[in-house]
C-alpha cells in the first residue's frame, strides 16, 4: 500500500471512529435530556380530618404552632381559596381519589362503616399511576369502605377496599362497628390505635412492631418506612397518607406534645385539639426530613390539605358555618404544595382549587395522560403551580356540592339558617339550595364571611344556577356493585 492510500484509508477509518462516537455522544445526550425532561416525581398527598382553614399557623392559628407545616408552605405555594369536595370526609376523601364529584357514585353523606363504599368501578388516581409503573401506598384513615375483617383477622372480600383502588400496600385502621363506635365513645381511638390496625388484608397482631404505637405515630412511621423502601427501587411513588387528626374523639397527644400546647384558660378539649395538631405537624416534619436524608426532596411533590372544614375545637377566623355545613366554614381548607425546583418558594395564591383538581394535578406531574373515555370533574393546577395563571372561571364553569341535611352542625354553636344541601358556584357566585330551591346567594369575593344573602337582587343569575344545579342532580350515576 503506498504512503498516500495508507494516508486516505487511515483518514477514512479515524473519520468513521469520529463520526460514530459523536453520533454515540449525540444518542447519549438526547436519552439523557429525555430522561431529564420527563423526570417523573415522587407525590405524597397528606391528608388532614377535620382540620379548619385557620388551623396552621402559616394560615393565621392564634392557637397552634405548626413549624413543619409551615417549613412546606415557605419551600412552597399556598392556596387561600381551596375548597374540600364536601363539609364531610367519605364524599370529599371520593373525590380526592377520582377527580369527580362524590355525587356521581351516589356519595352524599359520610359512610357509616356498614354497607356503604366507593365502587369498584371507579377509576383512582392510585390505579392511574400504578398503570403508569408507581409504587402507590394508602396509610391512615380510609372511609370508603372494605375494611371489615373476619374473626382470623383477615380482610373481607365483600367490598372494595384499598388494593381493589389501586394501592400496592397499605395500612389503616378496621373500619367496623362496633370496634370503631366504643373505640371513640372511649376516647381511645388515637392512644390503642395500633391495636385495630390492617395492614394489607390482614390485622396486625401483638407482636407487631406498630400494635403498641400511638396511631398518629403508626401512621408517620409507617410513612417514614415506605418512603425508605421506596427511595430503594427504581420507580417512583406516589404515597396517600391521610391522617385522623384533628377529628373527634379529642384525646392527649403523647409527649413532649402534651406539655408544649398547654396555656392557661383553655378548656380540656381545646388543649387535646392542640396537641393533636402538633402531633401530626412533628411526623410531617420526620417525613421531610426523610426526604432530605435520601436525597429525593428535589423529586417529590408533596401536598398537604384537608377533608373538609373545621369541626367543634378548630379555628375559621370570620368564616360561617363549619362541619356539616356548606357554607365556606365547612368547605373551604387550607391547601400547601412544594416541589423544589418546579414549583418556586414562599408563593401565595387566592386562585380558586378544589379536591377534584388532584388527580389531574397528580397525573399532569407525572405525565400520565388521563384516558380520553375517563370523565374528569376536576382541572389541573399543575400550571398554575408552576407560575401560570389558573383556570379561568370561564374554563371551569359552575362548580357543584351535595350534602344530605345534617341539621345539627359539628360547631359550639348552631348550624345557620337557612339550611342548605347543594351549591352552585360560579366564580365570584355563590348560590345554595335546598333540595334544589334556592335560598341564598353571595358573591364570595366581596362578602367572604356570607353576610349579606342577594337571591333577591339577582333573579336571572339565580335562575342561571339553578337550571345547572337541576341539570347537575339529575345527571347519571355509578352506584356500588
Known amino acids: 500500500m503506498s504512503r498516500s492510500s495508507f494516508s486516505l484509508f487511515t483518514w477514512t477509518i479515524g473519520t468513521q471512529s469520529i463520526l460514530k462516537l459523536a453520533a454515540v455522544v449525540c444518542v447519549f445526550h438526547c436519552m439523557t435530556g429525555m430522561a431529564e425532561s420527563s423526570e417523573r416525581p415522587n407525590i405524597i398527598l397528606l391528608l388532614a380530618d377535620d382540620l379548619g382553614y385557620g388551623d396552621l399557623s402559616c394560615f393565621g392559628s392564634p392557637a397552634v404552632k405548626t413549624p413543619n407545616l409551615d417549613r412546606l408552605a415557605s419551600e412552597g405555594k399556598k392556596f387561600t381559596r381551596f375548597y374540600a369536595a364536601s363539609a364531610v370526609c367519605s364524599p370529599t376523601r371520593a373525590a380526592v381519589l377520582t377527580g369527580r364529584y362524590p355525587l356521581r357514585f351516589g356519595i352524599t353523606k359520610h359512610f357509616n362503616d356498614v354497607n356503604q363504599w366507593l365502587p369498584e368501578s371507579a377509576t383512582t388516581v392510585a390505579e392511574l399511576l400504578q398503570d403508569a409503573g408507581y409504587n402507590t401506598a394508602h396509610l391512615g384513615k380510609w372511609h370508603l369502605g372494605g375494611l371489615h375483617v373476619d374473626a382470623e383477622g383477615k380482610r373481607l372480600d365483600d367490598q372494595p377496599g384499598p388494593r381493589q383502588h389501586g394501592f400496592d400496600f397499605y395500612q389503616t385502621q378496621i373500619e367496623q362497628q362496633p370496634v370503631r363506635g366504643r373505640m371513640?365513645?372511649?376516647?381511645?381511638?388515637f392512644r390503642q390505635?395500633?391495636?385495630?390496625?390492617?395492614?394489607?388484608?390482614?390485622?396486625?397482631?401483638e407482636d407487631d412492631a406498630y400494635y403498641s404505637k400511638h396511631l398518629t405515630d403508626a401512621n408517620g412511621d409507617f410513612a417514614v418506612e415506605l418512603i425508605e423502601k421506596f427511595a430503594a427501587e427504581d420507580k417512583p411513588f406516589f404515597l396517600n397518607a391521610w391522617w385522623l387528626v384533628p377529628h373527634k374523639p379529642y384525646e392527649p397527644a403523647p409527649?413532649?406534645?402534651w406539655s408544649d400546647t398547654a396555656a392557661e384558660g383553655i378548656s380540656e378539649a381545646q388543649h387535646c385539639f392542640r396537641s393533636m395538631v402538633a402531633h401530626m405537624d412533628a411526623k410531617v416534619g420526620q417525613i421531610l426530613d426523610k426526604l432530605d436524608e435520601l436525597g429525593i426532596a428535589d423529586t417529590t411533590l408533596v401536598?398537604?390539605?384537608s377533608d373538609?372544614?373545621?369541626?367543634?375545637?378548630?379555628?375559621?377566623?370570620?368564616?360561617?358555618?363549619?362541619?356539616?355545613?356548606?357554607?365556606?366554614g365547612g368547605i373551604r381548607v387550607p391547601m400547601i404544595v412544594r416541589w423544589p425546583g418546579k414549583i418556586l418558594a414562599g408563593q401565595t395564591s387566592d386562585a380558586f382549587g378544589h379536591s377534584n383538581d388532584l388527580l389531574p394535578t397528580f397525573c399532569?406531574?407525572?405525565?400520565?395522560?388521563l384516558p380520553s373515555d375517563l370523565p374528569i370533574d376536576g382541572r389541573s393546577l399543575l400550571p398554575h403551580m408552576k407560575g401560570e395563571a389558573p383556570p379561568s372561571d370561564e374554563a371551569r364553569g359552575t362548580v357543584f356540592w351535595q350534602l344530605d341535611l345534617y341539621k345539627s352542625i359539628q360547631r359550639h354553636y348552631p348550624k345557620p339558617k337557612p339550611y342548605a344541601t347543594e351549591v352552585a358556584m360560579r366564580g365570584k357566585w355563590k348560590l345554595l339550595a335546598l333540595s334544589g330551591t334556592p335560598v341564598e346567594l353571595f358573591n364570595v369575593e366581596s362578602d367572604p364571611n356570607e353576610q349579606q344573602n342577594v337571591v333577591e337582587d339577582h333573579p336571572e343569575l339565580v335562575e342561571s344556577l339553578s337550571a345547572e344545579l337541576k341539570e347537575w342532580l339529575n345527571a347519571p350515576r355509578t352506584l356500588r356493585r
Open 184 to 189: 371513640g365513645r372511649e376516647r381511645t381511638l
Open 255 to 257: 409527649e413532649p406534645h
Open 308 to 328: 373538609n372544614g373545621a369541626a367543634f375545637e378548630g379555628f375559621i377566623g370570620d368564616l360561617k358555618g363549619g362541619k356539616t355545613d356548606l357554607h365556606d
Open 303 to 305: 401536598l398537604f390539605t
Open 193 to 205: 390505635g395500633g391495636t385495630v390496625l390492617l395492614r394489607n388484608d390482614r390485622r396486625v397482631t
Open 364 to 369: 399532569e406531574a407525572a405525565e400520565v395522560e
